[in-house]
């Protein structure tokens, strides 16, 4: 990709180490099963072959240990933002939320009910906010997409 | 048996003046018992082979603020002779309690759960009274006409800034430049 200096075979490229871990992270976003409502529906439907996340690396991941993205698809009660909480300080770092959706981005429709989370980031930290009700697998897609890039932007060894 | 044939039927098995006059003009025919004689008069329709009302439709509670109580709904359905009656039961809404009725329908527990939850009326005897639906650390009875959203629930905030009104910063900035 860069400029090389030595007379390298042409099979072998030179890169900055920021970039390579940039490029496997932002390829391999395995997320989270999250669905709390009907965006639950559109979240499956964006895994299955018509979107098939799976071209982008993105798979989903039954634990949050093992996942690099967590998808909060669908309405957030103050029963479930205890364990919405526990599950994102269960993923390892670093990681990422996804609000999918009116009601994880602000309560949508249902923000004047008494048991309904206004908005999932007054619980945990939010990278993208998807609008929709629910957003169509199309939209989701290209959140992941959004989400790569700015992944992609991230410096870890060069601050 | 039609509501007024039960209700007649009733009364001959039921001591004089405990139940009330019946609703005959509802589409669902109810009448009215105090509390005290609640568990009688709901024992008599169940057991009474004529009535044989085995199954509890249906359990709600309304909340009637201007006159301070509390009414306890009570939806009772036989499946032996197909025929629905409804009773219902008021008691103060300071303190609102009825007796329970899981020992003539075990279905009574959860209704039970979920009225106190939502209305907070103590259904006494019941045996494990706690919130159904709300967590237990909650603070109220959000289907009581009074209740009031706090600040904060559960440490949580209950509201958020909206987008469409502008801070004092930007709208002194002009939006217009």
Known sequence: MGYTPLNLPSNVITTRVDAVLNWGRANSIWYMLFGLACCGIELMQTGGPRADLDRFGSVFRSTPRQSDLMIVAGTVTYKMAERVRRLYEQMAEPRYVIAMGSCANCGGWLQKSYAVVKGVDLIVPVDLYLPGCPPRPESLTEGILELQKKIRRENFITK | ?177
């Open chain 2, 1 to 177: 048996m039609t509501a007024e044939e039960i209700y007649r039927h009733g009364l001959e098995r039921i001591p004089a003046g405990t139940l009330g006059e019946l609703a005959a003009e509802a589409v669902q025919p109810w009448v009215t018992v105090t509390p005290a004689s609640l568990l009688d008069v709901l024992t008599v329709f169940r057991d009474d082979p004529a009535l044989a009302f085995e199954c509890l439709d249906c359990l709600t509670v309304t909340d009637i603020m201007d006159e301070g109580q509390m009414e306890v709904v009570y939806h009772l359905y036989s499946y032996k002779h197909q025929h629905l009656f409804v009773v219902k039961s008021r008691t103060g809404r300071d303190e609102p309690q009825v007796p329970s009725v899981t020992g003539l329908w075990p279905a009574a527990d959860w209704y039970e759960r979920e009225q106190y939850d939502m209305f907070g009326v103590r259904f006494t005897g019941h045996p494990n009274l706690t919130r159904l639906f709300l967590p237990d650390e909650w603070v109220g009875h959000p289907m009581r006409l009074d209740w009031k959203e706090g600040e904060t629930a559960l440490g949580i905030p209950t509201s958020r800034p909206d987008p469409l009104v502008k801070k004092d910063a930007e709208a002194g900035g002009g939006a217009d430049a």
